[in-house]
Structures are given as C-alpha cells and as structure tokens.
C-alpha cells in the first residue's frame, strides 16, 4: 500500500511539473513572437523611411535625423533584444 501511494504521488509531482514546464514554455514562445514581431515592423518601417524621396530641405533633414537615431538609438537597441530572442 505505501508503495502504491508513492507511486501516486510520484505521478502527480510529474504531472504538476509538465504543467508547470509548458506554461513557462507557452510564455517564453509568446514573449519571442511579440519581441519577433516588434523587430520586424521596426525594421520595416525603418526601411520605410530610408527610401522615401526628400522633396525638401525640411524633408532632408528629418530623414538625415531619423537615420542619426536609428544608427545610434534603434539598431543598437533592436540587436540588443534580438540576441535576447536567440
């Protein structure tokens, strides 16, 4: 009889650990897709922006900047969370 309830127990420990094991897999998968996603669009927009046509003077200089802040801020930060994602 001890043997068997051993067992039982044995069981449910198993089982509260798969559960506890796929839970924190389900929201490490959804935490990579979101940072995934947010990466992509990021440097879709980048992208965007880099190839538009400046009409004017105003135009040139707030894609000159633009490109500044990505170069400075948002490539750097965007690597940073990529090699998070890896």
Not at 14 to 33: E, F, R, S, V
């Amino acid at each position: 009889m001890f043997r068997i309830k051993a067992l039982d127990l044995k069981k449910q420990l198993c089982d509260k650990a798969n559960k506890i094991k796929q839970a924190i897999l389900d929201q490490t998968a959804t935490w990579c897709k979101e940072k995934v996603l947010y990466i992509y669009t990021t440097y879709g927009h980048m992208n965007e922006e880099i190839q538009k046509t400046p009409n004017d003077e105003k135009q040139l200089v707030d894609l000159k900047e633009f490109i500044r802040v990505s170069k400075e801020v948002t490539q750097p930060m965007l690597k940073d969370l990529l090699d998070l994602v890896e």
